[in-house]
């Protein structure tokens, strides 16, 4: 049995940053384990490659159950797996959310989660290409950039949606989230820029920091109320590792309440009827899980240079000579946020636009030169749930999010689908658009719009909030991230979002790292 002080469960966006953190202590002993390997194969390496991870030996591949507002179609959930998580998969936009977003979290409870309490740790981990401002940070572990070789179809892209009335934003993590630009994305000189290159990687020479890849963590062991430890599988062999102060859970939205339920923190009825003893009954752990819907508008173009042609011989000499070329691309180029609610305190709508076809995550091909504009609705309001099939901790969890459950969500898809026609035909980009592929020309009325989104909508991959921050009755954990019921027990990651920002969620999860391990030394 081995020993540490501090056990890290997963190497992701967020528990890469706790552990590397905890380890800058030279008097605490840090074990960081990670199911998945820790080798960056070259499809995590070069940006435009992400989703060709997709359903591979890189990919926890989760489905979710029928959804009852997409008539029954289960929604693929692709999920990194290994020495960075999703951070190694994403597509690389740097993007806080709204400063309501964290406003919000502070006002319901969360005390310490104001913007202008974490504006200080998003710099602290940033090393912006631009340099050091009153937003950005340029001395931290995680190097974000501007797009190298910003694609000259994204930059039309960017004339479109401002011809459609928007104004122009050159930093969406700045004084303002509104407008449209191109995004800044984690990477350093052309590569990507996981986590684990950024808080792992430094930390592996110091002798009290150990990573152990390939283990599986099974459940947390629970004695007289606190944390002591976890058990994982490597290698078919079962081992328990010890933690003298604390466990971190930080394996993401899906596996994070399902480690805490195969541990017995969890609804009690749904733990029991599973046969697993019940240690804190808490109905909130996989509960109250929130997401990006997506919608992908596409169009054939008559532009050159798509990303079609990246995987050619010229691109990709050009790419390992030079970091530099269409393979730097992160697909979504071009952004805009912008609200198709009035009222709403942050834009609801996030629009991207691709210098490729895209369509089934990527899976889908299309025989001539095609252009995206996707959206994904960041104000959105459906909440699912996460919840074990078995007690075997191999099977995967079932997962609903109940998308659309909420009418306005339908209102604002609507309305984000006829801004990106808007844009296709604006002045800028009518000249290079030759068809509308998707949704196409036979859905011209509202009821054939909505009957598209039910058939189409897919996921901007952003699942959150399943062990989130809140009181007793209303969360899993404190607002120190501490769960309810139990000493000794973190959880770090996307889960603990008390709601889903306005925005991609990477950036936030790493956020959510560095308060923690914050925290945790403070403590
Ligand atoms: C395809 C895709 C595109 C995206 N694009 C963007 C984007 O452009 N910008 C953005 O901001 N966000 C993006 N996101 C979302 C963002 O990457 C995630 O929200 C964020 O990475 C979540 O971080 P996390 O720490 O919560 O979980 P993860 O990064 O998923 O980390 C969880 C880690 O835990 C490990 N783990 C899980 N279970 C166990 C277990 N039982 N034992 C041991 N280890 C375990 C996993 O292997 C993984 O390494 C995207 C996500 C995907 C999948």
């Not at 800028?428 to 020309?441: F, I, M, Q, S, Y």
């Not at 809140?470 to 008390?498: N, Y």
Request: aromatic share 8%; with cysteine; proline share 6%.
């Amino acid at each position: 049995m081995a020993t540490f002080d501090y056990i890290v469960v997963g190497a992701g966006s967020a528990g890469a940053v706790v552990a590397g953190r905890l380890s800058e202590d030279p008097d605490v002993r840090v074990l960081l384990i990670e199911a998945g390997g820790a080798e960056k194969p070259t499809n995590v390496k070069i940006p435009a490659a992400f989703a060709t991870q997709f359903r591979t030996n890189l990919d926890w591949n989760y489905g979710t159950e029928p959804e009852p507002h997409l008539n029954s179609r289960s929604i693929y959930h692709p999920r990194a797996k290994y020495l960075g998580g999703c951070s190694g998969m994403n597509a690389m936009m740097y993007i806080r959310g709204s400063r309501h977003d964290y406003d919000g979290w502070a006002k319901s409870g969360a005390t310490g989660w104001s913007y202008d309490e974490v504006l200080p740790l998003f710099k602290k981990s940033e090393c912006n290409s631009r340099g050091e401002s009153e937003y950005h940070g340029a001395h931290g572990p995680l190097h974000v950039e501007d797009l190298r070789s910003p694609n000259p179809l994204s930059e039309t892209l960017v004339e479109g949606m401002i011809a459609t009335g928007m104004p122009r934003n050159d930093d969406f993590n700045g004084a303002e989230q509104i407008g449209v630009g191109l995004n800044q994305v984690t990477q350093k000189r052309g590569m990507r820029w996981t986590t684990a290159d950024g808080f792992v990687t430094p930390a592996r020479k110091r002798p009290n920091f150990t990573v152990l890849t390939g283990a599986h963590v099974h459940r947390l062991r629970i004695e007289d109320g606190r944390a002591v430890g976890v058990e994982a599988t490597r290698a078919g062999r079962q081992d328990f590792y010890r933690a003298d102060r604390e466990v971190v859970v930080s394996a993401g939205a899906f596996n994070t309440p399902q480690i805490l339920m195969l541990s017995g923190i969890g609804p009690a009825d749904h733990l029991t009827q599973h046969g697993i003893r019940v240690v804190v009954d808490n109905p909130n752990v996989g509960s109250h899980m929130m997401d990006h819907p997506f919608y992908a508008a596409n169009f054939e173009t008559t532009a050159r240079g798509t990303l079609a042609k990246a995987q050619s011989p010229v691109q990709l000499a050009k790419y390992f000579l030079t970091r530099r070329g269409l393979l730097t691309s992160n697909v979504g180029e071009a952004v805009a946020f912008f609200r198709t609610r009035p009222g709403e305190a942050a834009p609801d709508m996030q629009m991207f636009g691709a210098p490729v076809f895209f369509w089934d995550h990527g899976f889908a091909t299309h025989d001539k030169p095609a252009y995206a504009i996707a959206l994904s609705l960041v104000g959105s309001r459906s909440r699912g749930q996460v919840r074990l099939r078995s007690a075997d901790p191999a099977e995967k969890p079932a997962l609903t999010f109940n998308y659309f459950s909420d009418p306005a969500e339908l209102d604002s898809m609507v309305a984000g689908i006829e801004r990106a026609r808007e844009v296709a035909n604006s002045q800028p980009v009518r000249g290079l658009t030759t068809r509308e592929l998707h949704p196409g020309g036979q859905a011209t009325g509202r009821s054939e719009i909505e009957a598209e989104i039910r058939r189409n909508i897919a996921t901007t991959y952003h699942p959150s909030c399943t062990a989130r921050i809140g009181s007793e009755s209303t969360g899993v954990v404190d607002a120190r991230l501490r769960v309810h019921g139990v000493t000794g027990l973190r959880v770090a990651d996307a889960s603990v979002f008390p709601t889903i920002p306005h925005g991609n969620t990477h950036a936030p999860s790493v956020l959510v790292g560095e308060k923690a391990a914050e925290m945790i030394r403070a403590e």
